[in-house]
């Protein structure tokens, strides 16, 4: 999974480099929002297809291979059925719902709809590739499911090198189609080595599977979706921004994500487990909250502080070439400003959705989700007017912040768990301090060296910007030295205390 995420992030370069922040690199982005954001939400590792497909499949016996097999058949065209209809429409419909998100810009949408146009084999195949993934999870085979999402970011990086002269942009939207065909018959092929294959459906038996599979995948698709459509009111709010500013929001929403994704998604994987096993015990459940909490704290907040005071010499040396020039850097550095604050107002929200999970209630998740819709889309008219694409940013940092306190007071409403203990109060407010002190050094830091005179003269080699690399390694010691320092400093005055 680490792979995938950096060869993901390669993919995000290359494509930087070659269409920076244009209005191209909008349109296929904005594409992909009905597209690669759709197969990324519901045929992933975890998605509801994949978790629905599992739930419904029938023990493993040797009377069962054939029900499996059934399930297994219905369910795959099912999804390819159901998807290929919806294809159609969002086809045939683009002229109406476009203009909805990107006004009236008639040469955006244009480009975008070609883009659509050629990547809805990657909408189609969505729903199948998850019950692929589930297929391969239920032989406990864990292998393909987390190693195919490099063949779309593969095959999209040869495509864009080999055809990028003749088709431009359009090589983006292609090569992702075919990324997706041929995950799709990999993931495919590898499912009928683990016991699984097509058989003819038999329409009278195995209605109670697939009516389970069914009735667990319509509210996972809901609930999933929920969160997706955030997505497309920042979009609107973005369409009528400068050109560029959607596909800035993304590329500072994907370098936010590299910290939040490792160190968050990491530690979730072992929470929820351990949170279930202490359910029962209220004491426990709420101190282990508690210091989960704490402990990606600590790790989050000089992630923070790097990402508000380096945003610009870092989008300098990971975007900084061919199309992606400076104005480029200017833009992306306004969206990862506003989203650095989100590395730590979105944390609490992951861990408090995890522990509703645990106590066995996803519903308040899913109407807090659903009222996030509302802020998130006041936030953006207020904000976006002003601060423009800064504002789209801080939107999200906001909404994020008011999902964890409502999730934290529900948490006590209903299950009579506060975390809002003076000890992890202070805690709090002792990390905060710890790390208003390390971002004024960090800050005095930066700013100094931007005034070196040796750091000025450091030549630019190819595409290596010396002195942002310099700036980016001498600020990174200074404020992980500072920060793990005075908390160092602070265990031993308690200690002694």
Not at 365 to 388: E, G, M, T
Request: with cysteine; hydrophobic share 50%; charged share 10%.
């Amino acid at each position: 999974m680490g792979l995938s995420k950096v060869i993901g992030f390669a993919r995000d370069l290359l494509i930087a480099a070659f269409f920076g922040t244009s209005k191209l690199a909008d349109a296929f982005n904005f594409a992909y929002l009905f597209t690669g954001n759709i197969f990324i939400l519901l045929g992933g590792v975890n998605g509801p297809f994949h978790s629905a497909f599992i739930a419904s499949l029938p023990t493993e016996s040797e009377n069962n291979k054939e029900k499996q097999n059934q399930v297994f058949t219905q369910s795959i065209l099912i999804s390819l059925l159901a998807f290929l209809i919806l294809s159609i429409f969002f086809t045939w419909c683009s002229a109406w719902y476009l203009p909805l998100i990107l006004g009236q810009q008639k040469s955006l949408i244009l480009e975008t709809t070609k883009q659509i146009q050629l990547m809805f084999p990657v909408f189609i195949l969505s729903g199948a590739i998850g019950i692929l993934f589930g297929a391969s999870a239920s032989k406990q085979d864990y292998f393909w499911p987390s190693i195919s999402p490099l063949i779309n970011s593969f095959c999209l990086i040869f495509i864009l090198l080999v055809f990028y002269k003749q088709l431009s942009v359009l090589s983006l939207g292609l090569g992702y189609s075919l990324g997706a065909v041929a995950q799709f018959f990999i993931q495919f092929y590898h499912c009928q080595k683990v016991g699984f294959k097509l058989v003819k459906i038999k329409l009278n038996e195995n209605w109670l599977e697939i009516k389970k599979f069914i009735f667990i995948l319509l509210p996972a698709l809901l609930s999933s979706s929920i969160g997706s459509l955030n997505v497309y009111i920042d979009s609107f709010f973005c369409a009528n921004l400068p050109e560029g500013s959607w596909t800035a929001i993304l590329m500072a929403n994907r370098l936010i994500q590299l910290p939040f994704g490792i160190l968050v998604g990491s530690a979730l994987l072992s929470f929820l487990p351990r949170a279930t096993s202490l359910k029962n015990n209220i004491n426990d459940f709420t101190q282990n909250l508690s210091q989960e909490i704490i402990n990606l704290f600590r790790l989050l907040i000089p992630a923070s502080i790097l990402t508000l005071v380096l945003a610009k010499p870092l989008i300098q040396i990971l975007f900084q070439r061919g199309s992606f020039d400076y104005n480029s850097t200017n833009l992306v550095n306004l969206a990862l400003i506003g989203l650095s604050f989100s590395l730590i107002s979105a944390l609490p929200r992951e861990i408090y959705t995890r522990a509703f999970y645990a106590l066995g209630d996803s519903k308040w998740p899913f109407y807090i989700s659903l009222l996030s819709l509302i802020w998130n889309a006041l936030f953006d008219y207020l904000l976006v007017q002003k601060f423009q694409v800064l504002g789209i940013a801080l939107s999200t940092t906001l909404t994020a912040f008011i999902n964890s306190l409502l999730l934290a007071i529900c948490l006590y409403k209903q299950f009579k768990i506060n975390i809002f203990s003076g000890s992890f109060i202070l805690k709090i407010l002792w990390l905060c301090l710890i790390g208003s002190l390390t971002y004024l050094v960090c800050n005095f830091v930066f700013d100094y060296l931007e005034n070196v005179s040796l750091l000025n003269n450091l030549p630019k080699i190819n595409w290596l910007n010396l002195k942002s690399l310099a700036e980016i390694i001498i600020c990174g010691i200074t404020t992980l030295i500072v920060y793990f320092g005075l908390l160092f400093a602070g265990q031993k005055i308690r200690k002694f205390n």
